[in-house]
């Protein structure tokens, strides 16, 4: 069993930067690959980034590519969402998730356990 608790979200100006964290509990931290995903009012939830066990490999949404870094500190059973050049239309609650795989995916079905999600508001 993992717990995942997110923080860092909040109110931003579009170009502003955030940093989301989500820190674990339980066993195996570093055996997860891990995701973040989000969802807007009205709107499914969908992938942003996702990294490997290791932190050796990311993969991100369209969206964000070139804006958003997934990093991960396994010493720390943390994982983070590093969000550059925001936009209005990144507002969302932001989840977190951990896959019991090496790689995770992009689907919602591809992870076991989700956080309970921070809001991140962009104003233009």
């Known amino acids: 069993q993992v717990q995942l608790v997110e923080s860092g979200g909040g109110l931003v100006q579009a170009g502003g930067s955030l940093r989301l964290s989500c820190v674990a509990s339980g066993r195996s931290f570093n055996s997860y690959a891990m995701g973040w995903f989000r969802q807007a009012p009205g709107k499914e939830r969908e992938f942003v980034a996702r990294?490997?066990?290791?932190?050796?490999?990311?993969y991100y949404a369209d969206s964000v590519k070139g804006r958003f870094t997934i990093s991960r500190d396994n010493t720390k059973n943390t994982v983070f969402l590093q969000m550059n050049s925001l936009k209005a239309e990144d507002t969302a609650v932001y989840y977190c998730?951990?896959?019991?795989?090496?790689?995770?995916?992009?689907?919602?079905?591809?992870?076991?356990?989700w956080g309970q999600g921070t809001q991140v508001t962009v104003s233009s």
């Open positions: 990294i490997s066990w290791s932190g050796g490999r990311t």
């Open positions: 998730a951990a896959a019991s795989t090496s790689y995770g995916g992009s689907r919602n079905s591809d992870y076991d356990y």
